[in-house]
Nanobody, 125 residues
Framework: QTQLVESGGGSVQAGDSLKLSCAAS????????MGWFRQAPGKERQFVAA????????YYADAVKGRFNISRDNARSTAYLQMNSLQPDDTALYFC??????????????????WGQGTQVTVAS
């Protein structure tokens, strides 16, 4: 099982930016398909973004397309989520996730076996 540790969350104003990081404790990181999800209080966990092992292919939820950017640094075993133009609706606990291979059902949380503990993002209006 891959251990994932998120960081970079915080409290910001609407329109601000944040960059989340996800550090993975595995030498197989370059082979992993990585994802970000979020969960607001009382709501289900929601897909945000995913990235292929090479970083060449990315996937986004409609709600964040054009505002968020997912990337990775395989040499540092770290994935990132750059979040711009944040809005109060983006307030949630953000989770990093990992799986060994691409799946067309990547937006389904149960398809991801490995998860971090989450980092809180709060956006005030």
């Amino acid at each position: 099982q891959t251990q994932l540790v998120e960081s970079g969350g915080g409290s910001v104003q609407a329109g601000d930016s944040l960059k989340l990081s996800c550090a993975a404790s595995t030498r197989w990181f370059p082979n992993l398909f990585m994802g970000w999800f979020r969960q607001a209080p009382g709501k289900e966990r929601q897909f945000v973004a995913a990235i292929s092992w090479s970083g060449q292919t990315t996937y986004y939820a409609d709600a964040v397309k054009g505002r968020f950017n997912i990337s990775r640094d395989n040499a540092r075993s770290t994935a990132y989520l750059q979040m711009n133009s944040l809005q109060p609706d983006d307030t949630a606990l953000y989770f990093c996730s990992a799986r060994q291979h691409f799946t067309p059902t990547y937006s389904t949380p149960t398809e991801w076996p490995d998860w971090g503990q989450g980092t809180q993002v709060t956006v005030a209006s």
